[in-house]
């Protein structure tokens, strides 16, 4: 069975931070492109941040650039996002993914194969 599944949300309060993981099985990460979306109440999905299949390239929204980090651990076959500096519009469930495409199809064009159930991320004090 082709899963992802995400863990590490949480409520945090603003300025704080969050390490999310995103564990595959079934299938490799390696090869694919990862990424994390998410998505606040009445909002469309975004996508956050994307890494290419090589970890050359790397897709982030302006509202996190700087903030937030990808990363991924091939042996462990686990994605990570690393968020620091949480704001209260950071709060939304974050739903990791996985792709065999380039981080512009992925994160901007929403081109993906797997994706994670989600993780609620709550910034509030």
């Known amino acids: 069975q082709l899963e992802l599944v995400e863990s590490g949300g949480g409520l945090v309060q603003p300025g704080g931070s969050l390490r999310l993981s995103c564990a595959a099985s079934g299938f490799t990460l390696d090869g694919h492109a990862i990424g994390w979306f998410r998505q606040a109440p009445g909002q469309e999905r975004e996508g956050v941040s994307c890494?290419?299949?090589?970890?050359?390239?790397?897709y982030y929204v302006d509202s996190v650039k700087g903030r937030f980090t990808i990363s991924r651990d091939n042996a462990k076959n686990t994605m990570y996002l690393q968020m620091n500096s949480l704001k209260p519009e950071d709060t939304a469930v974050y739903y990791c993914?996985?792709?065999?495409?380039?981080?512009?199809?992925?994160?901007?064009?929403?081109?993906?194969?797997?994706w994670g159930k989600g993780t609620l991320v709550t910034v509030s004090s």
């Open positions: 993914a996985a792709a065999p495409y380039n981080v512009h199809a992925m994160c901007e064009l929403h081109s993906v194969d797997y």
């Open positions: 890494l290419s299949s090589s970890s050359g390239n790397t």
